[in-house]
């Protein structure tokens, strides 16, 4: 099983951009690097996704260096409402040929923006 | 285009006695997975669903269950209810079953075990 490790907590004021970064050592050829984030007592929210170099959305950056064993979520001028859990995820296949998966969840990273 | 729907919200169950509960996945999605979050133990798996078949099971007690039905609106129960069950059970549904693709969660039902 791949795991991931990241920060517990970090802080940042407003405006500024934030890096979180993951390793993921153990990660598998056939596997993508997702990242979620999640409010308290809600759901996850899928923010981005990739598989190597760099991805980027509306609301954030992934970059992922050659060899795949770490990533690095890049969030622009963070406000307030960004304040939240985010979590790095590394997809896990069954060989079963039938696209089955689990998503593993670490513990995630508390990002605190502070005003 | 509505999003994935748990019912109830909050439920307090006693110790011993069972629950059912429901989730409905965004339409379309084939694939319903289950996720019990607690403070101590984070975001952890419980199994996911693929066209009435459970595909993928985590390392949970066999009081845990779960079944899908044909339009792929899926329950799981728990029987013997403990205390360590109190959670916030997370349901997620999922379009695509080639990869890790995009999970749509709902917002959770919040199990108080007394």
């Known amino acids: 099983l791949a795991k991931t490790t990241q920060p517990i907590s970090m802080d940042s004021y407003e405006g500024q951009e934030v890096n979180i970064t993951c390793s993921h050592n153990n990660i598998a050829t056939n596997d993508y690097i997702t990242w979620y984030q999640q409010f308290p007592s809600q759901g996850p929210r899928f923010i981005i996704q990739g598989y190597k170099t760099k991805v980027t959305n509306e609301v954030a950056s992934l970059f992922i260096p050659a060899d795949r064993k770490s990533s690095t979520l890049s969030l622009p001028r963070v406000s307030l409402s960004d304040t939240a859990v985010y979590y790095c995820?590394?997809?896990?296949?069954?060989?079963?040929?039938?696209?089955?998966?689990?998503?593993?969840f670490g513990k995630g990273t508390k990002l605190s923006v502070i005003p | 285009k509505a999003g994935v729907t748990q019912t109830p919200r909050y439920l307090i169950k006693t110790r011993g006695q069972q629950v059912t509960l429901s989730c409905s996945p965004i339409s379309g999605h084939r694939s319903v997975s289950w996720y019990q979050q607690t403070p101590g133990q984070g975001l952890q798996f419980l199994f996911e669903y693929f066209s009435e078949t459970q595909r993928n099971k985590g390392n949970f007690p066999g009081r845990f269950s779960g079944r899908q039905f044909s339009n792929s609106r899926s329950e799981m129960n728990v029987s013997t209810l403990e205390l360590g069950d109190s959670a916030l059970y997370l349901c997620a549904s999922n379009k695509n079953v080639d990869r890790a693709d995009e999970q749509y969660f709902g917002p959770g039902t919040r199990l108080t075990v007394t």
């Open positions: 995820l590394v997809g896990e296949m069954e060989d079963s040929g039938a696209g089955s998966y689990q998503l593993t």
